[in-house]
């Protein structure tokens, strides 16, 4: 029997988007699947709309009156999923069919040890329809030290997780958005795998959280200290800390926008269409550090100010 999948939707003002996002879940060719939604106090139709479709689909929606933030949002829900491995789709973005059944397929090739299972993905553009399939470093098993030299590679909403990892590792509910920042405590104690399939694709438009700037490097240099702050952290890794994305400040209207990092050609390559053969695999990537998504910010994203 195929073990249960949990998929964890944290939703907030996306009541134009979510039904794409929960229609790409139930699209899956793997199951079973658990799906939950968690609406975060939204202020436009979003409550509605969820409990409408949780009535039709099946799936468990849980409406907060409140807005508490993405950590506490993606917290609540891992204390409600059961799966055996789980994920997480921000409400604007997307899976395609095969990433559960192929993400699984890959865990059951790895040893317990294996913690992550991450793949490649694409990225919509709103604002003319382009959909340019992105091409980030491959590394699998020990990254720690690829994480902190390089800077995220792991394309943010492609993951698929072993439940047992958040018992180990939670979300830390005083960032606004942790986002990827939590690939790094994760890599302390589990290795990562991937696949070279396109799995998902991450919606660009003009709300998307990682284009407050101000917020994202605020948040990323807070992260970073901490890091380097945990006891116990190899000296190996902590050596790196000047190597690390956020030892330095961005450029004046640079940082986590997309179109400001090509600016300045720190973008990670991209191809028009989702469709898109896969770039070969690389176990070794260049240490070239091209730009990834910040360390802190992208993972359920937009939260509440």
């Not at 790409?24 to 939950?36: F, G, H, M, N």
Request: net charge positive.
């Amino acid at each position: 029997m195929n073990p249960l999948v949990s998929v964890i939707i944290p939703s907030y003002n996306h009541a134009r988007y979510i039904e794409r996002a929960i229609d790409s879940v139930l699209a899956q060719t793997y199951a079973p699947i658990e799906l939950i939604v968690v609406d975060d106090g939204s202020r436009d139709d979003s409550a509605a709309l969820i409990g409408s479709l949780a009535r039709r689909h099946g799936f468990r929606a849980v409406l907060n009156p409140v807005n508490r933030g993405q950590g506490h949002v993606v917290n609540q829900a891992l204390d409600l999923c059961r799966g055996e491995f789980v994920c997480f789709l921000p409400s604007d973005d997307w899976y395609l069919p095969d990433k559960t059944r192929l993400q699984v397929a890959r865990f059951a090739e790895c040893d317990a040890q294996t913690g992550v299972v991450y793949g490649r993905g694409a990225r919509f553009f709103e604002t003319d329809g382009r959909t340019e399939t992105v091409h980030m470093p491959l590394h699998r098993g020990e990254v720690l030290r690829e994480l902190v030299a390089w800077g995220n590679f792991v394309y943010p909403v492609t993951p698929l997780f072993r439940r047992e990892c958040f018992e180990r590792v939670r979300f830390d509910e005083s960032y606004r958005a942790e986002g990827e920042a939590i690939y790094l405590k994760l890599a302390l104690h589990y290795r990562f795998d991937y696949v070279e399939d396109l799995v998902a694709v991450m919606r660009d438009h003009p709300a998307n959280t990682g284009k407050d700037v101000a917020l994202m490097y605020r948040e990323n240099l807070r992260y970073w200290e901490a890091f380097f702050a945990l006891p116990g952290l190899p000296d190996a890794v902590r050596r790196l800390r000047a190597r690390a994305p956020g030892a330095a400040a961005p450029p004046q209207g640079t940082g986590a926008d997309p179109a400001a990092r090509r600016a300045r050609g720190r973008t990670p390559r991209a191809d028009r269409g989702a469709e898109a053969a896969p770039a070969p695999a690389a176990r070794s990537a260049p240490r070239r550090r091209t730009g990834p998504e910040p360390a802190a910010g992208r993972l359920g994203r937009p939260a509440a100010p």
